[in-house]
């Protein structure tokens, strides 16, 4: 559940029962305040109850947009923002406070015959009418329920948290709405999303009062972090006719009330963006004419850009007005959005401004100021396109964004970059997803550790590219208010945080993002696991891990970074108070030892287990167990994505059947990359592979000159072209001498890295993979020769390589005859080679053995340039090669073990170490994250006890549980109701389990 301490203010209030029916309201006369801005704050600052829950309903829920700077809460039932109803509500920018909502109501609009399907929630007009309403069975089809705000009403299904997400029948998560287009096909990319959030719900017009059309509305939200795209909100919809009646002359539109420092001297422009012709409008955009006049921080620009209408028609009506004649009625509505001035129910000259009765002059807006000023008013205003056909089955498109700027050209250009990623389904550059992270608490230290598999292993939607750089840490004493030391702009507005630590890649990007100033690292190398040692026991503490890209110097993309957390729900957001350990707690060893031994197959690589957390341990027993064809993803060398198949295991708990991790890789380079679980992290640490025994194993005449080897020559080894050596993999291969048939095996080019095409080499050789002795297996055919340009390309290949093909002639074709310079560097290998197809991915595996040959002649250089002569003794027939490899990890191996689980009950705890602090309580102690959050800290507790507050009289107030591996508690300062206590001097009792208790005594001073 999302906690209510984690939570951005997502306020309902409550509303008082007024049916529009039984107050008729004459259109003709003023009905909002010019203060409902500031009044509707007022309440929200107060809680103020004036309203009936309108969120009560089953299948009910809201979506909360808050990945980047502009915020805003929807809901499933028809009303897309409305600061009366909740917040945030187009809250801009994030770091302004909770002032700074623009949004008064915000509405999709559908209108036929003079019936107008609408969503309306207005104190101001005492007005609340849902015609739109969430589809039944939202609920369990469409949003789990399981995750809820504070009030319990159920979250949206969010991309960004699975448990959001509706289950199938298998008791699987799965995603409701659409996934991203491939812009070039227009095809869905299954499991990948358009923003940082998607929200996606769907809503009918069953509710509405003169009967149902058949409506259905399926409703996408997204919301990006990304530091270009962090200004604005998208919200696209899908408007289908599910009836069976066809829908004639309709009008589709939105009402939008929005203001701008509450101080009603606002104006407001309707305009056509870049690339738009002039006669095609697409943007109205509001701004505050009087900055000095209100009592905002900030005050920006808002607009709301048309990306998408009804059969392409574009705006056919718009009309802006006072927000003391917003239309209340149907019959008003439809007149103002089919722009009949000849209508009866309301006054033309309110809604209707210059010669076009069907598009207002912006140029007239200054003049609605009623103190004659020219400074605009409180602007409502409606935008719509008409009149269309829907059919039954029939489906129309419509989407606009909500665009934020701190001036009107910061808004104008993020205009443009929407209007960018709209022409591209959306697509932008992307930062690259958030690690999941764990905090572990320690006496006077955190250790923070992450899964970065999903980060790494990041593409970039609009490049393809995997553009992963790097992590950033960040740590917050307030609940994540703010990150650490801030970084403003030139303003002195906030723009970031400095992070506590940074890892990068080593590799040779490093230094400032030219593009955006973005500091990229300095190759320290990644890591996975962070200690903070400047902590203090008792406090509690925030982290937050971000990823971000190297961006792109040459195209200008900006280097990104995830954003950091709000919530502790977050995956890569926790909280954690350190504390001292129980003074005599001693932590068991892990059951049969901390390094393993394999229980299956024979393993030369190593497997222990790092305990990390004694707390977690469960006492239960587990098992890692190996595949050799686990698929993992890592960039190619230009950056793209390029799928393999390796070693990797699966982490099973025994005792519950669970598996923890599933095709997890070994370490890498890092050394913590493992994911921790259940308070440890497998440490496999795979061996460097190579041959443990390669030589002559069956000779049937006199030993052989020729020199067969695995691995290069030692004059060669430090010269950065000598050619490869060793092995891949665990298997063990066998060559034969075959004079008499030998085999065609295939011909390969290590000058250019690729088999010469349709082409094989006959070699008098057999060549057998003996893994299994018993089962030899004949992979001759798979086999390679493996020499030097083969497609003539090298000028003067002659003096450099061995000439065309193998045997086994002294001196023959098998024989590299240049200078030792050259000869030693570059030698015929012979390659046996296995490849196994995984029935699942269709991937292949290769296992190879690189063999490098000199069939020396009678006379020749050694590779240290000396001079040999000695008679020639090729091998005979029937002679064998033997390789046999270190054994890796793979299939068959598996280790076994078990943790041991702290037993808290056997550990003594001198109850005289019981104190509170602090006593007595002032006001705020330093633990504390705002003025109005009260906490009492408990410390020096056994592991499992009861606190019991009282008054002196002797009233209990409250009974705190104490159970887990910290030795303190926290008290709110509240009673068992919830409701705050008063100053004066209480009694706490602690009693343990065993029957033992402490009395104490606390002042609270306020």
Not at 364 to 382: C, H, K, Q, R, Y
Not at 458 to 467: A, F, K, P, V
Not at 587 to 595: H, V
Not at 634 to 652: R, V
Request: with cysteine.
């Amino acid at each position: 559940m999302i906690k209510e301490e984690n939570m951005r203010k997502i306020l309902y209030f409550l509303i008082m029962i007024f049916l529009l029916n039984s107050h008729p309201i004459s259109a003709q006369i003023a009905r909002n305040d010019r203060n409902e801005g500031a009044l509707t704050y007022e309440a929200y600052e107060s809680n103020q109850s004036r309203w009936a829950d309108p969120l009560s309903k089953t299948d009910r829920a809201v979506g909360i947009s808050d990945r980047g700077q502009l915020s805003n809460v929807v809901g499933n039932f028809g009303i897309i923002s409305n600061f009366h109803l909740f917040a945030p509500a187009l809250h801009w920018p994030g770091y302004a406070d909770d002032r700074h909502q623009y949004s008064f109501g915000l509405n999709m609009l559908i209108g036929s015959d003079g019936d107008v399907i609408s969503s309306t929630f207005d104190p101001s007009t005492v007005a609340e009418s849902y015609d739109w309403e969430a589809k039944d069975g939202s609920l369990g089809d469409l949003h789990s329920g399981d995750v809820t705000v504070s009030d319990g009403t159920p979250v949206l299904a969010s991309s960004d948290n699975a448990q959001t997400w509706p289950l199938d029948q298998n008791g699987s998560a799965f995603w409701p709405g659409s996934f991203r287009l491939d812009p070039d096909t227009d095809e869905q990319v299954p499991g990948e999303f358009v923003s940082e959030r998607d929200i996606y719900s769907v809503f009918t017009d069953q509710e509405n009062i003169t009967g149902a059309r058949g409506l259905e509305v399926r409703q996408n939200t997204y919301s990006f972090s990304r530091s270009y795209a962090e200004d604005f909100l998208i919200f696209d919809y899908q408007i289908v006719n599910t009836g069976d009646v066809p829908l004639d002359s309709i009008w589709i539109g939105y009402l939008a009330d929005f203001k701008v420092d509450y101080d009603n001297s606002d104006l407001i422009r309707f305009t056509n963006s870049e690339g738009n012709p002039p006669q095609r409008k697409d943007l109205v955009y509001l701004w505050d004419s009087n900055p000095n006049s209100g009592n905002w921080d900030v005050t920006g620009y808002i607009g709301l850009l048309m990306l998408a209408t009804p059969r392409n028609r574009g705006i056919t009506d718009f009309h802006y007005f006072d927000n003391i004649y917003e239309p209340a009625t149907d019959d008003q509505i439809w007149e103002i959005m089919t722009s009949d001035t000849s209508g009866s129910h309301i006054t033309a000259s309110n809604y209707f401004h210059g010669e076009n009765h069907r598009l207002d002059d912006d140029a007239l807006a200054p003049d609605m100021d009623p103190d004659g000023d020219g400074l605009g008013t409180d602007f409502v205003f409606i935008i719509s396109t008409g009149s269309i056909d829907l059919a039954p089955g029939d489906s129309v498109h419509t989407a606009f964004a909500i665009v934020m700027g701190e001036s009107e050209s910061e808004l104008l250009a993020n205009v443009g970059i929407v209007k960018s990623m709209a022409a591209q389904s959306y697509l932008g550059p992307n930062a690259p997803v958030s690690p999941s992270v764990q905090a572990f608490p320690g006496d006077k230290r955190t250790t923070i550790v992450w899964d970065g598999s999903a980060s790494e292993n990041s593409r970039d939607l609009l490049t393809g590219l995997m553009d992963f750089e790097g992590y950033r840490i960040y740590r917050s004493q307030d609940r994540g208010r703010s990150w650490g030391t801030s970084v403003t702009d030139v303003f002195g507005n906030p723009v970031g945080f400095v992070p506590i630590a940074q890892f990068d890649l080593d590799n040779d990007i490093s230094g400032m993002d030219p593009n955006s100033n973005f500091y990229l690292g300095n190759n320290t190398g990644l890591r996975h696991t962070f200690i903070d040692s400047t902590v203090l026991n008792g406090v509690e503490y925030w982290y937050t891990v971000t990823a971000y890209d190297r961006g792109d110097i040459e195209t200008g993309i900006l280097a990104l970074e995830s954003r950091r957390g709000v919530t502790t729900d977050e995956a890569h957001t926790v909280s954690v108070i350190p504390s001292a350990p129980f003074p005599d707690y001693a932590p068991l060893p892990i059951a049969f030892g901390d390094s393993l031994s394999s229980l299956g197959l024979p393993c030369d690589s190593r497997v222990s287990v790092q305990v990390i957390d004694e707390g977690q341990l469960t006492g239960d027993r587990y098992q890692v167990a190996f595949r050799d064809l686990g698929l993992v993803v890592t960039p190619d060398d230009e950056g793209f994505p390029d799928s393999a198949l390796t070693a990797t295991f699966d982490l099973i708990n025994l005792s519950t059947g669970d598996t923890l991790l599933r095709n997890c890789p070994p370490l890498n380079n890092t050394q913590d990359n493992v994911p921790v679980t259940e308070g440890f992290r497998i440490m496999a640490q795979e061996t460097e592979s190579g041959a443990a025994f390669a030589d002559w194993t069956l000779q049937h005449g006199e030993p052989t000159t020729y020199e067969w080897r695995m691995t290069n020559f030692e004059q060669a080894v430090d010269n950065t072209s000598v050619g490869p050596d060793g092995m891949d993999g665990s298997h063990d291969f066998r060559v034969t001498v075959d004079y008499d048939a030998g085999n065609e095996v295939e011909w390969y080019d290590l000058f250019f890295g690729e088999i010469v095409p349709d082409t094989t080499m006959h070699i008098p050789l057999k060549i057998e993979l003996i893994t299994d002795p018993d089962h030899p297996i004949d992979i001759s055919s798979q086999s390679q020769l493996m020499e030097y340009d083969l497609f003539g390309s090298f000028p003067n290949r002659d003096i450099y390589f061995s000439p065309f093909g193998w045997d086994l002639e002294p001196g023959g074709t098998g024989y590299n005859p240049n200078t030792p310079v050259f000869s030693y560097l570059w030698p015929d290998i012979i390659a046996p080679r296995y490849i196994v197809t995984d029935p699942i991915t269709g991937l292949e595996r290769e296992y190879l053995a690189l063999l490098i040959t000199q069939n020396y002649p009678d006379s020749y250089t050694d590779q240290y340039g000396n001079p040999v002569d000695q008679p020639a003794i090729p091998p005979q027939q029937g002679d064998q090669f033997t390789i046999i490899a270190k054994k890796l990890f793979r299939t068959g191996v598996y280790y076994e073990f078990e943790t041991h689980a702290p037993d808290y009950n056997q550990m003594k705890t001198d109850l005289n170490r019981i104190k509170v602090v602090p006593n007595p309580y002032i006001v705020r102690a330093g633990w504390e994250t705002d003025s109005n959050q009260g906490r009492l800290q408990f410390t020096g507790l056994p592991p499992q006890c009861d606190i019991a507050i009282y008054t002196v009289a002797g009233d209990h107030l409250v009974t705190l549980h104490h159970d887990g591996q910290t030795d303190y508690e926290f008290w709110d300062l509240q009673n068992s109701s919830n409701v705050n206590v008063a100053y004066g001097l209480y009694v706490y009792v602690v009693k343990t389990d065993g029957g033992e208790d402490h009395i104490g005594r606390f002042a609270v001073i306020r």
